[in-house]
């Protein structure tokens, strides 16, 4: 146990600010294990958890009032909803703020190219703004984890992605199809990759299966009429409800994107700008499926998490026919595949759970105590 929670004995006080947006179309590709499975986890860890999402943030210092916290959990990057006036209450609410980067935040000529109109330079510029007002930083690049002390004076921690114990599968699931899985968008390389000779026949590009489901509908549903209301003065009454009805739905959602990735035989992460593995490759193995991933380039910590041909199998952007040979070893040998995949279970429990990483924060913000990850 960390020493912060021996300073509170009825439990750590932490705001957690999801980032969301107020339509499924827009909110979709936000990960649940960036920021609801925080609330879990550290609620498992004795804290006491007040959560919001940024399409509320506006009317937080309404809803909270004078509230304090001794911590401030947000994701910083991408909610575009964040005001000046929410960042000078934030200051005024908890003494320890931690911003979250789900992004990196250099980019070069390569990884722009990857997709059309990608905004980097924006996301710096921004995160540069919001930092001010943080007194702790949480990155998913190695590298910004050193750059950011160095020119903001921030401390900052290396955030490895992580998954909720209690959705790792623990028997290995038979695989029904043969193909490699992917979930996500199909900008430039992506696409462009998938064009190589024989790389579409064995990729199987999936939508994800709540499509199928009312669950999109719900959740613009709760968004717009809590919307409506609150703005008719009812904020502070709608808001347990309105977080627990939001929760249900993207824990319902994550449990179908799981079964969606563990559809095939593997999942392929398709190369993407983050210079980080994506959420996607431990939920993969949390899923129970060898992963086919992008050697991420220049960034070592990040490559030694997993074990290459034992816990992952990587293959070179400029090599596409790697997945094809990835792909039909896993299918045409399941004792192989079942093996990569029970070695990266048993990883993601040892060392990538919401559980641990929740914990490992808090340790690091107390302490200073630098995390293990492999």
């Known amino acids: 146990m960390f020493h912060r929670m021996s300073a509170h004995p009825d439990g750590l006080r932490v705001l ?167 979930v996500g968008r199909l900008y430039n390389v992506r696409a462009e990759m998938l064009e190589q000779p024989g790389i579409r026949e064995h990729v199987w590009v999936r939508k994800s299966l709540e499509s199928r489901t009312l669950y999109p509908t719900l959740f613009n549903t709760v968004h717009g009429t809590t919307r409506l209301l609150s703005r008719m003065g009812a904020g502070r009454a709608l808001l347990p409800g309105y977080v627990s009805a939001v929760r249900h739905i993207r824990e319902k959602v994550f449990a179908l994107w799981l079964d969606t990735l563990r559809g095939g035989a593997s999942v392929v992460s398709l190369p993407h700008t983050v210079h980080a593995y994506p959420g996607r490759v431990v939920e993969a193995m949390a899923a129970g499926r060898p992963v086919i991933a992008w050697r991420v380039p220049g960034r070592p910590r990040c490559t030694e998490l997993f074990e290459d041909g034992r816990e992952i199998l990587f293959y070179d952007r400029e090599h596409p026919e790697q997945i094809i040979a990835h792909i039909e070893r896993v299918a045409g040998d399941p004792g192989y595949a079942r093996l990569i995949a029970e070695r990266a279970r048993a990883k993601v429990l040892e060392f990538h759970t919401s559980e641990k990483s929740a914990a490992q924060i808090l340790d690091w913000i107390d302490c200073g105590k630098e995390p293990v990850y492999s």
């Open 16 to 182: 957690l600010v999801v980032h969301d947006r107020r339509t499924w179309k827009n909110a979709r590709s936000i990960a649940y294990t960036s920021g609801w499975a925080y609330e879990d986890a550290l609620r498992g860890l004795g804290a006491r958890v007040t959560c919001i999402t940024t399409p509320w943030s506006a009317q937080l210092p309404d809803v909270l009032g004078r509230e304090k916290f001794d911590q401030i959990w947000i994701q910083l990057l991408h909610a575009t909803s964040l005001r000046d006036e929410f960042f000078h209450w934030m200051t005024e609410a908890a003494p320890i703020r931690v911003g979250f980067l789900q992004e990196s935040l250099e980019y070069d000529e390569s990884h722009t190219a990857m997709r059309a109109g990608f905004p980097g330079g924006e996301w710096k510029a921004r995160v540069k703004e919001r930092s001010r007002c943080m007194t702790h930083m949480v990155a998913i690049d190695e590298a910004d984890a050193v750059s950011i002390p160095a020119e903001d004076g921030i401390p900052a921690l290396w955030w490895p992605q992580a998954v909720p114990e209690r959705f790792v599968c623990r028997d290995i699931p038979p695989a029904n199809d043969k193909r490699g899985v992917f």
